[in-house]
């Protein structure tokens, strides 16, 4: 927007003021009436920098109107406090030039450069809170700054306290999400020796397991289990310690085993249980 020979005709910053005020104040030369502040107008700047003179310094001085701080008088002017003769106070807006995390890649743009109130080290701390703090004293109605910065949790304190000090609300940080405590796994029930032998059946017995729903239970001829007797492979017997199981071979050894089961999980195999029914 600069220009060498710095003639307004060509679009330099005092061109932008001009007609910046042609619009806000009216120029009666041109036929230009003024027009309300309230929602028609927010002066905003996207090159602010920690070197920017305090906003309260255009409260008492009036930069030549082709110079180019006359922009920053003119963002001051719409948006200082009332009771320093602001119109509508808060009614404009700043945003950093750049973030302050690039510093060490962008000749420390956003602090000023190597000569800047960060000297050449361009510290992403101090950089940041200087241009903050200036932009606090415009009054602007907001300031926005570059996600890198708002991302950084070093940055929290200093963009939550520019937050409240220009009258917004920080948002919560989030809570985070609470890891669930692992389900203890369910222990396998423990098969007692069974009762009511008979020459065709048994009693399988075995002990409760807290939380259990139910039982699964296996009978087979061997003992690895590698076959079952119908019915019984994984046989659902509810929520009981004994079933009765039926029509069995005479002098026959037969094996049981348990699981355990609740809404979400089966326990591993209890141990194993011989029983051999009777000769007749």
């Known amino acids: 927007m600069s220009t060498p020979d710095g003639d307004p005709a060509h679009g330099n910053y005092s061109q932008l003021a001009r007609d910046i005020e042609n619009y806000v104040y009216g120029n009666a030369d ?15 700047r996207n090159t602010f920098t920690a070197t920017w003179k305090n906003g309260d310094y255009y409260d008492t001085y009036t930069p030549p109107f082709t110079a180019e701080s006359y922009i920053k008088y003119m963002i001051r002017n719409h948006a200082k406090p ?31 450069g190597p000569d ?14 200087t241009a903050l703090d200036i932009a606090e004293t415009y009054n602007t109605d907001f300031i926005e700054i570059f996600p ?19 009258g917004g609300t920080p948002r919560p940080t989030p809570s985070p999400t609470p890891t669930p405590s692992p389900t203890p796994p369910l222990l396998p029930p423990t098969a007692t020796s069974a009762t009511n032998v008979t020459s065709s059946g048994f009693t399988a017995n075995w002990t409760a397991v807290s939380g259990a729903t139910g039982y699964f239970l296996d009978v087979s001829t061997q003992s690895d289990f590698s076959r079952y007797i119908g019915g019984y492979r994984k046989r659902d017997v509810g929520n009981v310690r004994r079933w009765s199981v039926t029509g069995l071979r005479q002098n026959k050894t037969y094996y049981y085993r348990l699981r355990a089961y609740d809404d979400s999980q089966i326990s591993d195999y209890s141990n194993v249980i011989a029983v051999t029914t009777d000769p007749n």
């Open 30 to 44: 041109l036929g230009i009436p003024p027009r309300p502040y309230a929602n028609r107008f927010y002066m905003q």
């Open 82 to 112: 009332a009771n320093v003769g602001g119109l509508t106070p808060g009614q404009a807006g700043l945003q950093m030039v750049t973030a302050a995390m690039l510093g060490s890649i962008n000749d420390c743009r956003l602090g000023g």
């Open 116 to 129: 800047g109130p960060c000297g050449p080290i361009c510290d992403p701390v101090c950089v940041l809170q």
């Open 148 to 166: 890198q910065d708002g991302q950084n949790p070093a940055f929290y304190a200093m963009i939550t306290a520019a937050t409240i000090a220009m």
